[in-house]
């Protein structure tokens, strides 16, 4: 048994995604081992962090000015809006540079027990394309697994009964580079021959 000190800290690392005890006792004892000026500068970047950081009104993506540098970059395309679960996810797409358009992050996607869809920002995304005149197509940008379709389904939904002039898509889906074939799944393979081109 450590010491209380320690374990509270263990306690609360072990709050952070697929961190678990070894894990979180590996952070804590590189810390003590490191030294103050290193505990200390972690410290003065997460009180900057809360102190900074705000949520931007328009995409709700994190940031320190409102709204966020993508939001107020008129140089975007202003009729495409890409909604995606997270803040990770827009960053991905637009590391691509494919993508020239604004973004919507919806904090998530929707639970098979409907549990989180009170936090989800689905009433916010109404707003935004109600008030937004030149959106002319939404991108559902998720993951194609149970929670992400289920997300996505149920945008398309509400986006056709409150702005039926707007074109929802989704991302294509089918094979990766250099895969088999006979490996594929039969979802990915019906994909793949639907969005063929």
């Known amino acids: 048994m450590y010491s209380p000190s320690i ?11 697929t961190v678990g005890q070894k894990t979180a006792e590996r952070f804590v004892f590189a810390l003590l081992k490191s030294g103050k000026k290193q505990v200390g500068e972690l410290t003065l970047s997460l009180k900057h962090m809360i102190g900074n950081v705000k949520s ?14 993508l939001c107020s970059d008129q140089k975007r395309n202003h009729n495409l809006l890409c ?10 797409i637009d590391k691509t540079k494919e ?3 604004q973004y919507f992050i919806l ?24 008030l937004s ?19 996505m389904l149920y945008l398309e939904k509400i986006i056709k009964e409150t702005q039926s002039n707007i074109k929802t898509t989704r991302l294509a ?3 990766p580079m250099n895969s088999d074939l006979q490996y594929a799944d039969e979802i990915t393979l019906s994909s793949a021959l639907k969005n063929r081109n």
């Open 7 to 17: 374990e509270q800290l263990i306690h609360e690392f072990k709050k952070l995604p």
């Open 56 to 69: 931007c009104s328009r995409c709700w993506d994190f940031s320190d000015s409102e709204p966020c540098q």
């Open 83 to 92: 909604v995606v679960a997270e803040s990770q996810d827009k960053q991905a």
């Open 99 to 101: 993508y020239a358009g």
């Open 107 to 130: 904090r998530g996607t929707i639970q098979p027990d409907l549990d989180n869809l009170k936090y989800l920002k689905i009433k916010e995304l109404t707003i935004r394309l109600k």
């Open 133 to 151: 005149k030149n959106i002319t197509e939404v991108i559902l940008a998720f993951n194609p697994d149970m929670a992400g379709e289920t997300t």
């Open 173 to 175: 889906r089918g094979l």
